[in-house]
């Protein structure tokens, strides 16, 4: 796993990079219509991404 | 109440302490640290400030929106960089300006005050120290002072350099026009313009070789320095780091023609390009910034288009109100990155006809580009997005509130030192301007100073923070067999960069006396 991280580690920090840039975006549109459940899921996703950038980043 | 003061204080401050102890101590990237002050600012703003789940999610957009005006001029100014580093247009300018003069003062000021810069102004991001620093090798200067000197003359053109990323996250985070912020701005880091070149010399040899070289520091300065400000104040401040290094290296070159001055170079390498050819990619994107900003058609033809949110009311549970409003506008065929981003296609298109290329070079450029902008953008945006959610839960309102307690009327004093700290613990003038824009900008108002000053002391502290920035030094010591032995590179730098923000601090409290 720890070999799979360092081998593709640019690719994952791009991907990284584009979800930070997304995520909000929809996250934005989620609170704007007062879809609570989504912007849930998308803060989730937002966590998780941070929490890859931290470890691995 | 004191007492809960402080603690909320403490609190309000945690992430910023969190990013700065695992960047100083635990050497982590920015964007780890970054990310990990993102994630200490999360559960503070939920359990002590008030943060809901629209709260968090409106100020994550705005976030994003700051990062992308940053980032758009960062990654345009980066594949710029290696448009025309691939054709070795970098070595053949350093060549040229080599070819002038032997002095040693001169050689030190050219390449380690205006080249530098100049590769400030045209890429940033440790590539000054990077490129200057083995040329100085070249000439015969020790490694720890090919090191120290450009990380000390390259200081001052930092906030107007990299296209002006610095000074638009300065705006972005504070809301403030270029025409407001940029005359204090431009007269601070003017004065650190000096200075960067008197402690560059100085580092090599002494207040001889100043005195020796002070005539040159005085003229190329004033050039330099007044540039940058008539670049700055008529709103071509993406102009302004490279524009004042470019008439640098202009009147730097005549200057070394003067008689004091005037020995026979000691390399007679020969660069593998003409210095005009070497400068094209530079005049054109001259060319472009000039005519999307001074000509008024261009401007609005390239205006028509800009990305842009409104946000409603929000206010946190503790009641912190945002006032609804838009966010931060992303202008995208007239930004200063669109306007880099046209320079580049056009440079290597120039570039490839005259068969300066080697086959696959633009394959080699985006990957080179992408690599060297990933791991910043990623710092950038996960220190924005934390300072957004501060920002967003009085969390920064509350850290200005304190520090306009303890320094009232001498904050002025402690303003550069704040940039410098942030530039310190971030890595970069940028992310320090984001981390501490809008603190800087709220203390001032609640000690009653001027707004532009104090933004002014905090972007030339962090400007002046790039000298002592581990991971710059780091670069540069990489280049010259230093690896593993920075310590007497970051203590030269440690030393003249804390001497040149004591005086910006003193310049800073005079200034704001009289305004």
């Known amino acids: 796993m720890g070999n799979f991280f360092e081998k593709h580690r640019a690719k994952l920090n791009a991907s990284a990079l584009v979800f930070i840039l997304v995520i909000p975006f929809f996250l934005y549109a989620a609170a704007i219509h007062g879809a609570i459940f989504q912007v849930k899921l998308f803060l989730a996703l937002m966590i998780g991404t941070m929490l890859f950038v931290l470890t691995k980043g | ?515």
């Not at chain 2, 003061?5 to 101590?25: N, R, T, Y």
């Not at chain 2, 008197?198 to 004033?222: C, D, E, P």
């Not at chain 2, 700055?232 to 730097?252: N, Q, R």
Request: with cysteine; charged share 5%; glycine share 12%.
């Open chain 2, 1 to 515: 109440m004191t007492d809960v003061f402080i603690v909320k204080w403490l609190f309000a401050l945690s992430p910023i302490l969190m990013v700065l102890v695992l960047m100083i101590f635990n050497n982590w990237s920015g964007s780890r640290a970054g990310a990990a002050g993102w994630f200490v600012s999360l559960i503070m703003a939920t359990f002590f400030f008030g943060a809901h789940l629209e709260l968090i999610a409106y100020s994550q957009m705005k976030g994003v929106l700051l990062s992308l005006n940053v980032l758009y001029i960062i990654w345009a100014a980066l594949l710029l960089y290696h448009v025309v580093n691939e054709t070795g247009a970098i070595r053949a300018i350093g060549i040229g300006i080599q070819r002038f003069s032997g002095d040693k003062s001169i050689q030190i000021l050219i390449f380690g005050w205006i080249f530098a810069s100049f590769l400030q102004g045209v890429a940033g991001y440790g590539v000054p120290i990077a490129v200057v620093a083995p040329l100085l090798v070249a000439l015969g200067f020790s490694p720890v002072v090919s090191v120290a000197v450009p990380a000390i003359g390259h200081s001052w053109s930092v906030t107007f350099g990299s296209m002006g990323a610095s000074f638009q996250a300065l705006m972005a985070v504070s809301g403030l026009e270029s025409s407001y912020l940029a005359p204090w701005s431009a007269v601070l880091l003017g004065i650190a313009t000096f200075l960067c070149g008197i402690f560059a010399v100085y580092v090599y040899g002494g207040w001889k070789m100043v005195n020796h070289s002070l005539r040159a520091i005085l003229i190329i300065g004033t050039v330099m320095a007044g540039t940058q400000y008539l670049l700055s104040v008529s709103g071509m401040w993406t102009l302004g780091g490279f524009g004042a290094s470019l008439a640098g290296l202009c009147s730097g070159l005549a200057v070394a023609k003067l008689k004091v001055y005037n020995q026979a170079p000691s390399s007679q390498a020969q660069p593998q390009m003409g210095l005009w050819w070497a400068l094209t990619a530079y005049l054109i994107l001259i060319v472009i910034v000039s005519a999307g900003v001074m000509i008024p058609s261009v401007k609005a033809f390239l205006g028509q288009v800009k990305l842009s949110f409104t946000f409603p009311e929000i206010i946190s549970l503790k009641g912190w109100v945002i006032k609804a409003g838009k966010g931060k506008a992303i202008n995208i065929f007239g930004h200063g990155g669109a306007l880099l981003l046209y320079s580049s296609i056009i440079s290597f298109f120039v570039y490839r006809s005259k068969g300066f290329y080697e086959p696959r070079a633009l394959k080699t450029i985006l990957q080179k580009t992408v690599k060297s902008g990933v791991p910043t953008s990623l710092g950038i945006v996960s220190m924005v997005c934390f300072a957004m959610i501060m920002d967003h839960c009085q969390m920064i309102y509350i850290l200005a509130e304190g520090i306009s307690r303890v320094f009232g009327s001498i904050y002025p004093l402690v303003a550069p030192w704040i940039g410098l700290l942030g530039a310190f613990m971030t890595g970069s003038n940028t992310n320090s301007n984001v981390v501490f824009g809008v603190l800087q900008q709220e203390t001032a108002h609640l000690a009653g100073l001027s707004a532009a000053l104090i933004l002014a002391a905090q972007t030339t502290g962090g400007a002046l923070g790039s000298m002592i920035t581990p991971a710059k030094i780091l670069v540069g010591c990489s280049t010259v067999g230093l690896a593993g032995k920075e310590g007497p590179v970051l203590k030269t730098t440690l030393r003249y960069g804390l001497v040149i923000t004591g005086i910006i601090g003193i310049i800073t409290a005079l200034a704001s006396l009289v305004i």
